[in-house]
Nanobody
Framework: VQLQASGGGLVQPGGSLRLSCAAS????????IGWFRQAPGKEREGVSC???????YYADSVKGRFTISRDNAKSTAYLQMNSLKPEDTAVYYCAARSRRRTYSGTAYFTHCYGMNYWGKGTLVTVSS
């Protein structure tokens, strides 16, 4: 099983980046996918997740600016990030959770909690 995130880099405030997550070794269609981030000195947080049905979750801090998507034919997930802010600076990770692992509760729990697989991160730096 492998999840490989890419697309990070240095961008100015207000700019855009698109992250990609290439998956292999499991049936991508049967998995929820998610993007998480960890800034220096902070805990990891869920940014956006998508269930296999297409239902999505976004953290309040990125709503209206980030868009998650997936291409099941390519076993790849994406995170389009627009209007980037310095506080978006972090290492971004992609992760996957089997749709058979279900949780109830808030949207975060139903979409993001309990990921089975994690990839290595890609660094996003928003700075002028």
């Amino acid at each position: 099983v492998q999840l490989q995130a890419s697309g990070g880099g240095l961008v100015q405030p207000g700019g855009s980046l698109r992250l990609s997550c290439a998956a292999s070794g499991f049936t991508f269609d049967d998995y929820y996918i998610g993007w998480f981030r960890q800034a220096p000195g902070k805990e990891r947080e869920g940014v956006s997740c998508m269930r296999s049905s297409g239902s999505t979750y976004y953290a309040d801090s990125v709503k209206g600016r980030f868009t998650i998507s997936r291409d099941n034919a390519k076993s790849t997930a994406y995170l389009q990030m627009n209007s980037l802010k310095p506080e978006d600076t972090a290492v971004y990770y992609c992760a996957a959770r089997s749709r058979r692992r279900t949780y109830s509760g808030t949207a975060y729990f139903t979409h993001c909690y309990g990921m089975n697989y994690w990839g290595k991160g890609t660094l996003v730096t928003v700075s002028s």
